[in-house]
Structure formats: C-alpha cells, structure tokens
C-alpha cells in the first residue's frame, strides 16, 4: 500500500516536471528571462509543496491547504524578479504570468489533478505560442524601439519631431539632442507597435533626414 502510495506520488511530481518543461522550452526558444529549468523547477516545487501539504495535514492534523496556499505568496515573489522597468517601459510582464500559471499547473499535479494540469498546460501554449505568432504577424505587440534622426539643418528638427509624434499619440522616452560631425542628431525611444513604427519612419523620412530604428536591448 505504502509503495503504492510513493509511485502514485511519485508520477504526480514527473508529471508536473514534464508539464513545466514543455512550457519552459517555449520560453527558452524566444529567449525569455524564465527558461526550461526555471519552470521545470517551479511547477515540481509547486507539486511538490501540495503533495507535503495534504501529508502532513492528514499525518498529524491541521488545515490540508495551509503550506499549499504559502505558494501563491512565493510564486509572486519570483515572478516580481523577472519583472523589470526598462527605459520607461515594463518588461516581462508575460514571463511572470507563465511563472504564475505553471505554479498552479504544479499544484494541479500535486493535488492529482492530472487532467485539469494538461489542460490547462495546453491552453498556456496556446497563448504563448499561437497568439504570440499572431501579434508577431499582425503587428499587434508593441516593443521599445530606438530612433535616430538626423539632418544636416538643425532647423526646427526638435520642434517638427515632436510635432511628429504628439499627433500620432506617441510618448517619446530617452530624449537626446546633440551636435556631430555628420550633422544634427536626435534620438529617443518609444514604445511602437509595427505599424506605427512603420508609420512613423516615413513620417520622419519626409523631414528630409536620415533615420533609423533598432529594437532597445
């Protein structure tokens, strides 16, 4: 009975360890801050703590959920690490989402919950992965671009690129002004999407200046 007991839990944490890592490989393939190990390691953690949670409860008394619930408190803890403000802009926001869903995939696991973790693992895919291309395709995400313009006249460039980008409803970050020897340069980030980014190339191309774009590292 008692081996019985160890391979069923046993299979719970190897389930929550594959279903972490098919979702870590995503995130390791587009480069993302929480790759394949972090969240092989979250989800049987998470597995793991809910698995202890109803041993001890049941072996010497006390409320089944009460080290489980200490998860959701931890799991916000780390996903607040792969959170970071960049240049006016908040970065990585979807990482810790993935941190906070594959937590629950893990606790899913642990509580055996097989069914309700694959499918629920399947659905993060397919925001990830599916919609992720969408946005890609379509134009829809928006990212940090930098933006370098410069003209040989100095002329008015400031004001007229300001112009520029208040009547397209984009905030300008990083802003920098200077003289060199090729002509006059401004530089700022803004937070675009696609099409805009597009848009606002050819809108700053008809100043008569050189510019370019390249996304913020």
């Known amino acids: 009975m008692l081996h019985d007991l160890n391979t069923y839990i046993v299979g719970r944490l190897l389930l929550a360890t594959v279903l972490g890592g098919i979702i870590g490989l995503e995130r390791e393939l587009r480069h993302k801050p ?5 969240n092989m390691l979250i ?10 949670s109803y041993a001890m409860a049941s072996s010497f008394g006390g409320d089944h959920t ?16 792969v959170v970071i403000r960049e240049r006016g802009a908040v970065l990585g926001i979807t990482s810790a989402a993935t941190i906070f869903v594959i ?5 899913a696991c642990g509580a055996g919950m097989p069914v309700t973790a694959v499918f629920t693992t399947l659905l993060l895919l397919v925001a990830l992965v599916i919609l992720g291309e969408a946005e890609d395709r379509f134009g829809l995400h928006s990212k ?50 696609l099409p805009r980014e597009r848009e606002l190339l050819s809108k700053l191309g008809a100043l008569h200046a050189h510019t370019d774009a390249h996304p913020v590292r």
């Open 34 to 38: 929480a790759g394949l190990r972090t």
């Open 103 to 107: 937590a629950s995939v893990g606790m």
């Open 144 to 193: 940090i671009m930098s933006f370098r313009v410069t003209a040989v006249e100095s002329a008015d460039l400031i004001e007229r690129v300001h112009d520029i980008a208040t009547q397209m409803g984009i905030e300008l970050r990083r802003w920098q002004s200077r003289k060199e020897a090729d002509g006059f340069v401004v530089e700022f980030d803004a937070d675009v999407t």
């Open 43 to 52: 989800s049987l953690g998470a597995a793991l703590f809910t698995v202890i």
């Open 66 to 81: 009460r080290i489980a619930a200490q998860i959701i408190p931890g799991i916000g803890f780390i996903g607040a690490g």
